[in-house]
């Protein structure tokens, strides 16, 4: 058992079989990851949250703990991952990158080219395909990029696709996913109306590649913070999400659930919008390549 624990290929499948990972509950909640923006209405729904002011405070604290360990962003070339409408990669442009945006959300690159300033349009290449589906020899990418930076994206899933982010990068890889339970305030309400008492246990995507790092023989830096952001809903908007969040949290989706949680929400909200509060704990993890002598 103890010699399990060193085993890599065992955390591998693991991780890749593990029903309550990321991906995992993406599509069991009946999203497919590389699509789940295709409706440009929430593609912009997205853009506005990620550029209001509490979200430009998070890319600024991001990219400022990104410095603390060592990290240069001026001229540097950066390979964003998931890009989305370029939340890091045009600030990163506007700190004077050379940024490769890898995105294929066709409303998110939209979105993201409206944003890009003039001044800044050499400094942005946007690739609109798909991470998993790109030959990083092809493309000439091996140990190509300065910083390889990917944020809460759903193509790092699995080693695999770690390993491949790793090899774009000479000097540094950043990774963000979940490093924790997360917390939906009404899944919590629901909970006792459908008969739920307990969470379910829920595993983390951070563990599995911190655990991994570790066995390869990686240095890295972490960092684990607990974020939170809430939305107003009107019922007929919480009613119309309650399927495919009870599918995520693995909770029963049958029609009697559903309805004790519709017949719940519109009694008790009636003529209110409902303060969704939605977030949980993520990890952000910084690997230094081999051979690179930063200290």
Known sequence: ??????????????????????????????????HSFDDMARARSFHKQAFNEEGIKR????????????????????????????????????????????????????????????????????????????????NGWQNKFDLVFASMCP?????????????????????STSAGPKEHSLIQELRPV??????????????????????????????????TQTVMMSVDEAVKHTLGWFSFFGMPTDEQSLQKAETYLRRTYAGKRIPVQQGGRFGKVLVRIKNQHMY
């Open 194 to 227: 459908v008969g739920i008492k307990e969470d379910l246990v829920q595993t983390s995507d951070m563990a599995y590649i911190i655990q991994l790092l570790n066995i390869y023989g990686y240095s890295f830096q972490t960092l684990i913070t607990r974020e």
């Open 1 to 34: 058992m103890t010699q399990s624990l060193f085993d890599p290929e065992v955390w591998k499948a693991a991780w890749i079989n593990d029903p309550e990972a990321g991906v995992n509950r993406m599509l069991r909640a009946g999203t497919v990851p590389a």
């Open 155 to 175: 193509a790092i899933f699995g080693w695999e696709m770690v390993e491949k982010a790793l090899a774009c990068a000479s000097q540094f890889c950043y990774i």
């Open 59 to 138: 890319t600024a604290r991001i990219m400022g703990w990104l410095r603390t360990q060592g990290v240069t962003i001026k001229d540097s070339s950066i390979l964003d991952i998931g890009a989305a409408s370029g939340v890091f990669s045009i600030p990163f442009a506007e700190e004077g990158a050379n940024v490769t945006a890898v995105e294929p959300s066709g409303p998110l690159t939209a979105l993201m080219e409206e944003s890009i300033k003039p001044s800044i349009k050499e400094n942005i290449k946007i690739v609109r395909e798909q991470f998993e589906e790109l030959s990083i020899e092809t």
